[in-house]
């Protein structure tokens, strides 16, 4: 199963069940196929920082076991800077993150990938706006 983005109150997050599907509990939208390594570059991005300095964006806050599913916390940072991106703004971003990596993994035309990408980042920047607005909630990501 792909990343899951989803919308919560932590405790309530972390008290989630292994066999529990996370869209029955969480307002949630798809990754896209959208994994870990293509949203940290949009975090460098974004931020001006190297990718390694990236990575720590998520933030692992539950592990069902060694294999998984993981579940990450979006950090505070990166969650406002994208609160306050406009949504002007997000074709050229979509457009200049569809160029800073390797994202073949996605096997997309161009205009394909940049729409992919820039409707991931408008979904993204209105949970991140939602978060600004109840700040009780937070992003977070389940992996598997």
Known sequence: MPDIMLLGVEKE????????????????????????????????????IFFDEAQSME?????????????????FTITERLAEVEEDDIDDIALNWSQTGEMSA???????????LARFLFNLVHFCMLVRQEQVLSVFIYSE
Do not use: H, T
Request: hydrophobic fraction near 45%.
């Open 59 to 75: 933030q692992l806050v539950l592990e069902y076991g060694p294999e998984g599913p993981w579940v990450f916390k979006l950090d």
């Open 106 to 116: 996605l096997n997309m035309e161009a205009s394909d990938l940049q729409e992919v």
């Open 13 to 48: 997050v972390l008290s989630l069940g292994i066999e529990e599907n996370p869209a029955d509990n969480f307002p949630c939208m798809p990754s896209e196929g959208i994994d870990s390594e293509m949203r940290v570059l949009l975090y460098a991005l974004l931020m001006g």
